[in-house]
């Protein structure tokens, strides 16, 4: 990779994406940049953002429409409706929005009521992301999470009560003394409230978090990786069996529902992270630029208040480095990659690039090809990262 010390004019991207990195009590599990906010600290934080992408409206171009935009977190829920509006209509002022924008708000169940839900979506919020992440108690107490089950279906209910016909309930499994059957409880919870979209994530133990040193590793509270494999094969049977589409290794939607921001993050389509510890990446005439603002809320707003950007390493990709990220961005959906994609995008036959690692793949049953292109079969999706190292130029 080559470092780059500015953002370069004439960068594109099509989606937004908005870090709003508070909660009001940090999970144990959580390895994202997030904290508990004093008095003052959203009104402050929204107007820096608001800020921010001022600034990045005369740098950056979008010569495309924005197609969506992701209030991510952290919690971005625990932001009041009117943070929202002012948030967006900044976001209309400076950018052209596509007319059929998806604009999603990541939602704690802990933090909302109707009052709340129905001014997200006046103020233009039209697909909600629940961070349920379990039905059962005793595994949210596990997890450290702010919500019971109880409020979690509550939220829903008031989600639907406020319009919102498009939402996605995010779970996890794999969790410390969690069985298959437990999992299965919360697969059917989640289905019964008929959801249009579900995240099924395994959990992961970040090192640096109170989880790392909770559970070491071969903790024996921990599902072992045939348990594991159990659980992402029950989630597939059961949703598949449901009508949702398993479009992504954890992602599952009703036809036409798949997110917008993260189909686009596969697909290595433009997008302008704003606000702290927020990643963007840009594409340009080349083969694109990363680079990420500073986690840290001091630094963010001393970056911005001398009027320069917020971003740090700034990174301008090799080819080598856009090869790789196609593949193992790309191989993480359902559909896999296509030959004349990969040709148009490195002026190469993919087979003739990776001709021996799609074959060695393909003899141990990881992987798939079809007329145009190859993709993951089910055993390669719980063996991706296996999959993902053949990849790396
Ligand atoms: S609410 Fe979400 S972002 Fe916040 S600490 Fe918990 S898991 Fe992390």
Request: proline fraction near 5%; charge should be negative.
């Amino acid at each position: 990779m080559r470092p780059s010390s500015k953002i370069i004019a004439n960068q594109m991207f099509t989606r937004i994406y908005l870090h709003i990195p508070f909660c009001r009590k940090k999970c144990p599990y959580c390895a994202f940049f997030s904290q508990e906010p004093s008095a003052g600290d959203i009104e402050r934080y929204v107007r820096l953002v608001c800020e921010e992408m001022l600034h990045h409206s005369h740098t950056v171009t979008a010569h495309a429409d924005v197609d969506s935009i992701y209030f991510g977190g952290g919690t971005p829920s625990l932001l009041e409706p009117r943070h929202v509006g002012e948030l967006l209509e900044q976001t209309a002022g400076l950018f052209r929005l596509a007319p059929e924008v998806e604009i999603t708000l990541e939602t704690n169940p802990g933090t909302v009521d109707l009052r709340k839900l129905s001014g997200f979506r006046q103020a233009g919020v039209n697909r909600l992301s629940l961070g349920v992440q379990s039905f059962d108690d005793r595994m949210l107490a596990t997890l450290g999470r702010i919500h019971t089950s109880r409020q979690a279906q509550a939220a829903f209910a008031s989600a639907r009560k406020a319009r919102f016909d498009n939402i996605g309930i995010d779970l996890i499994h794999s969790l410390p003394g969690q069985t298959p059957e437990m999992w299965r409880t919360d697969l059917e919870h989640a289905i019964k409230l008929a959801p249009e979209h579900l995240s099924v994530y395994g959990l992961t133990i970040e090192p640096e978090t109170p989880f790392a040193a909770r559970y070491p590793e071969e903790n024996t509270q921990l599902p072992d990786q045939d348990l594991s494999a159990e659980m992402f094969e029950a989630a597939d049977d059961l949703l598949t069996l449901q009508g949702y589409e398993h479009y992504e290794i954890a992602n599952y939607a009703l036809p036409g529902r798949s997110s917008r921001h993260n189909s686009g993050y596969w697909h290595r389509d433009g997008c302008l992270g704003l606000g702290a510890g927020a990643h963007s990446f840009l594409r340009d005439t080349d083969f694109g630029t990363r680079s990420c603002n500073p986690g840290n809320l001091a630094t963010y707003a001393a970056s911005l208040r001398n009027g320069v950007s917020a971003s740090e390493e700034v990174v301008a990709l090799t080819r080598d480095d856009a090869v790789s990220e196609f593949m193992f961005l790309g191989l993480r959906m359902a559909d896999g990659v296509t030959f004349p994609a990969f040709r148009e995008a490195f002026g190469i036959e993919l087979k003739d690039m990776f001709g021996r690692q799609v074959d060695d793949l393909i003899s141990q049953q990881l992987l798939t090809e079809h007329a145009s292109g190859i993709r993951l079969t089910r055993r390669g999706m719980l063996l991706s990262n296996h999959v993902f190292r053949m990849f790396l130029t």
